[in-house]
Nanobody, 120 residues
C-alpha cells in the first residue's frame, strides 16, 4: 500500500514563505511525475506545480517566480517552496504522485492535504 504524508502547512503573513513536503512510502517499483495541487473554498482543485522524472517542471501562471517544486528520488519526497505568499494562495494543498507498484500497475496517489492560510 502506497502512502503519502504531507507536512509544512500553516498560517503565514502576506509576503512570507512556507515549505511543503510530501513523503512517499510503501512497496513500489518506481515513482513517476510528482505534483502539488490546491483547492480553495468553493473552487475546483487546480494544479500548482509538477515535476517529472527527468526534472522538468511546470507551474500555474499565478505562482511562477514565487514557488519552486523539487524532488528527491532517493528519499522519495517532493517539496514545494512557496515565497512571497499572497492571500489568494490560501487553500488546502495536496500532494499527487504517480507510482508503479508492479511492472503493469501505474497509477496516481493523493496525500491527505495540508492547509495553507495567508493572512495578516
Amino acid at each position: 500500500q502506497v502512502q503519502l504524508v504531507e507536512s509544512g502547512g500553516g498560517l503565514v503573513q502576506p509576503g512570507g514563505s512556507l515549505r511543503l513536503s510530501c513523503s512517499v512510502s510503501g512497496n513500489m517499483v518506481s515513482v513517476g511525475p510528482m505534483a502539488w495541487y490546491r483547492q480553495a473554498p468553493e473552487k475546483q482543485r487546480e494544479l500548482v506545480a509538477r515535476i517529472v522524472d527527468g526534472g522538468n517542471t511546470e507551474y500555474v501562471d499565478s505562482v511562477k517566480g514565487r514557488f519552486t517544486i523539487a524532488r528527491d528520488d532517493a528519499r522519495k519526497t517532493v517539496s514545494l517552496q512557496m515565497n512571497d505568499l499572497r492571500a489568494e494562495d490560501t487553500a488546502v494543498y495536496f500532494c499527487n504522485v504517480w507510482v508503479a507498484t508492479t511492472s503493469w500497475s501505474f497509477r496516481d496517489y493523493w496525500g491527505q492535504g495540508t492547509q495553507v492560510t495567508v493572512s495578516s
